[in-house]
């Protein structure tokens, strides 16, 4: 079943892109994008949390819980055969200045360096995305500079 065009301002209606006025949606659009939204929420609301050095794997996509009693090392799975965008947001949770050095599944890169080690602070976090043979930084915390308080 065919739904109308909903009557949103261009830039608030998604799929309001080359249509006229009153023009006819498939169901089928309207599902794609309400599927793709629920997919990444449903990502995000998943928590693990991690204590010691380990690979992480595809089904633990979400939110990543740290906690360090001493430098460790967190391995991000490989972006090959993944669905782009898939997203990890990793964040160090307990408060101490061990460091957790990220580091991709063999040859791949976080933003074209070999490894991510500024997890070495209560709250510091980075929020990634998987590209092909790449992990893309979307946004990180700042290093904490004691030297500006």
Known sequence: ??????NFPGTLD???VDR???QIVTSDSY???????????AELRRTT???AACVLTVSETGVIKLIAAGDWTLTLPS??????????????ADDNYHRITIIPAGGETIAGEASYTELDYKNSWI?????IGDWNIVQKSKSLDMGTW
């Open 1 to 6: 079943m065919a739904k109308k065009q909903a």
């Open 14 to 16: 998604v799929l309001d």
């Open 20 to 22: 006229q006025p009153e």
């Open 31 to 41: 599902d794609v994008i309400e599927d793709a939204i629920t997919k990444i929420e």
């Open 49 to 51: 949390e991690k204590s």
């Open 79 to 92: 972006t090959e055969g993944t669905t782009r965008g898939l997203p990890f947001l990793i964040y160090k």
């Open 127 to 131: 929020y990634l995305k998987a590209d």
